[in-house]
């Protein structure tokens, strides 16, 4: 590829300004609300344990609160289907295990 001087100039300076806007450009100190973690089963289960465990400390090491909401049913499909119409924002979080992900599109017709 035969780039001009002029053009190859261009594209340098181009490049080296960018980490300058990244810088800029950056978002809003996140988090900025509450997160909250979504759990596939009830109340009690070893993965709502786990994510009360999890909560805590990812609440503690962003300063901000996590809370853990049980959706249970339909083997984890619910709370699956709740979190991936969720705003793609980050503070909707799913904790889970395998079954809703490996065992659920197996044995379930149409899960969303």
């Not at 980490?19 to 978002?27: H, V, Y």
């Not at 988090?31 to 993965?47: D, E, L, R, V």
């Not at 289907?81 to 017709?109: C, E, I, Q, W």
């Amino acid at each position: 590829m035969n780039l001009p001087r002029r053009r190859l100039l261009q594209l340098a300076a181009g490049a080296a300004a960018l980490p300058a806007l990244a810088r800029s450009a950056s978002a809003q100190g996140y988090p900025s609300k509450p997160i909250t973690i979504i759990n596939p089963f009830g109340a009690g289960s070893g993965s709502d344990t786990v994510s009360r465990v999890v909560a805590q400390h990812l609440g503690a090491a962003l300063k901000q609160s996590v809370v853990v909401e049980d959706r249970p049913g339909a083997n984890g499909a619910l709370a699956g289907l709740y979190v991936a119409r969720a705003a793609p924002d980050g503070y909707t979080l799913f904790m889970s295990t395998n079954s809703p992900h490996s065992a659920a599109p197996f044995l379930m017709k149409n899960v969303g």
